[in-house]
């Protein structure tokens, strides 16, 4: 990913909130003490005005095409 870049995880679990995080200047990242479980990432460039959550959608609609 781009430096900068939002970095969510998304939990299957949907009622719980993105896990969120943020790209260092060479593009790596990194989550801390993440509980057990089955997990989504999703990385929103600083050259785009979609939402993770709106590209986590876009995703899933067009894996059902």
């Keep these: 990913p781009d430096a900068g870049s939002d970095v969510y995880l998304f939990s299957k679990d949907t009622s719980k909130a993105p896990i969120e ?3 260092d ?19 929103k460039s600083k050259n ?11 995703l899933f609609k067009n894996e059902t095409h």
């Design 48 to 58: 785009t005005t979609n939402s993770a959550s709106n590209a986590l959608e876009e």
């Design 21 to 23: 995080t943020t790209c």
């Design 25 to 43: 200047v060479q593009g790596k990242f990194r989550f801390d003490k993440i509980p057990t479980g089955d997990y989504m990432i999703v990385v």
